[in-house]
């Protein structure tokens, strides 16, 4: 009888850290690196650089993006 009792609460203590540690290691991700319109394609690099106001398109080409 007393193996019982300690086997439940074990199961129970095992249950209830795998829900915390579930809902601990849920995490999301947001990228926003560039503005993109609401349909989804890319700008061009020099409409982009005229949003964010910088002096060069080069960060915003995509053959630019590996040499940072």
Known sequence: MQTS???RIAV???VL???VL???????HVHSSHPRPASGKRIPPGQA???SGDKSAKAYAPGQQKKR
């Open 5 to 7: 009792k300690i086997t």
């Open 12 to 14: 129970i203590v095992l």
């Open 17 to 19: 850290l795998f829900l």
């Open 22 to 28: 579930s809902v601990i290691s849920c995490s999301t």
């Open 49 to 51: 650089k005229k949003i």
